[in-house]
């Protein structure tokens, strides 16, 4: 009886301890197998999007967007006062929209005389507000050598130099008085100031005033 008792517990032992070496080999082999996946999946798998990548992408985008364009903003209910005169429909003060140019100026005039020069001017130049805008004749620009072409828009007309036609576009002078002012000149010599004209017959101190900030010596 001792025999097979012992017999018993032997074989009890041996199970126990081959159950327990499978039973570790099996979740060795399962872990293995799940390690194994898991790096397989890893290695197959595509690329993560690189940092760079993104910037080149985003640079692309940035590139082919269309460039900003700078805008001139012009008040248009502002006005400008011009003072056109010479070869023109309608010579005076005429108002006109911040931004316009010598053409528009001409036109807010009523447009050139058929004497006009308008090649004598630069139709394209920007007027500002006071500016004093001479539009010659052809035949004046041929006879008379004093027309001063260089005083453009914005100057004063130099009374030393300018023309009778030129002189007349001033407020307050008229044919008489812009040849008074030609044979004074040459008579007595230049005029040393604007209000050195009260040496002209006819020029008082109301008209020097309104001389004074259009006209130069």
Same mark, same amino acid.
């Given at each position: 009886?001792?025999?097979?008792?012992?017999?018993?517990?032997?074989?009890?032992?041996?199970?126990?301890?081959?159950?327990?070496?499978?039973?570790?080999?099996?979740?060795?082999?399962?872990?293995?197998?799940?390690?194994?996946?898991?790096?397989?999946?890893?290695?197959?798998?595509?690329?993560?999007?690189?940092?760079?990548?993104?910037?080149?992408?985003?640079?692309?985008?940035?590139?082919?967007?269309?460039?900003?364009?700078?805008?001139?903003?012009?008040?248009?209910?502002?006005?400008?006062?011009?003072?056109?005169?010479?070869?023109?429909?309608?010579?005076?003060?005429?108002?006109?929209?911040?931004?316009?140019?010598?053409?528009?100026?001409?036109?807010?005039?009523?447009?050139?005389?058929?004497?006009?020069?308008?090649?004598?001017?630069?139709?394209?130049?920007?007027?500002?507000?006071?500016?004093?805008?001479?539009?010659?004749?052809?035949?004046?620009?041929?006879?008379?050598?004093?027309?001063?072409?260089?005083?453009?828009?914005?100057?004063?007309? &130099?009374?030393?130099?300018? +023309?009778?036609?030129? =002189?007349?576009?001033?407020? @307050?002078? !008229? #044919? %008489? *008085?812009?040849?008074?002012?030609?044979?004074?000149?040459?008579? &007595?010599?230049?005029?040393? +100031?604007?209000?050195? =004209?009260?040496?002209?017959? @006819?020029? !008082? #101190? %109301? *008209?020097?005033?309104?001389?004074?900030?259009?006209?130069?010596?």
């Amino acid at each position: 009886m001792e025999f097979s008792v012992w017999r018993e517990r032997v074989r009890s032992e041996l199970r126990a301890r081959v159950f327990n070496r499978r039973t570790a080999q099996l979740v060795a082999s399962a872990v293995t197998v799940v390690i194994a996946v898991l790096v397989a999946v890893w290695l197959f798998s595509p690329p993560a999007d690189r940092v760079e990548d993104s910037l080149s992408s985003a640079n692309a985008e940035v590139t082919t967007s269309p460039p900003a364009t700078a805008v001139l903003w012009i008040d248009t209910e502002v006005s400008l006062s011009v003072h056109v005169a010479g070869e023109v429909t309608s010579p005076g003060v005429h108002q006109m929209p911040v931004g316009s140019r010598v053409i528009d100026a001409i036109n807010a005039a009523d447009g050139p005389t058929d004497d006009a020069e308008l090649d004598a001017l630069n139709l394209a130049a920007f007027v500002a507000d006071g500016d004093r805008l001479y539009v010659p004749s052809g035949q004046a620009l041929v006879s008379d050598p004093f027309v001063d072409l260089g005083q453009g828009v914005g100057s004063p007309i &130099n009374v030393n130099k300018a +023309s009778a036609i030129e =002189l007349e576009s001033l407020p @307050g002078v !008229g #044919p %008489a *008085t812009a040849d008074q002012i030609i044979r004074e000149r040459e008579a &007595n010599g230049p005029f040393s +100031s604007i209000d050195d =004209l009260t040496r002209v017959s @006819g020029i !008082g #101190p %109301a *008209t020097v005033e309104k001389l004074r900030d259009v006209a130069s010596t």
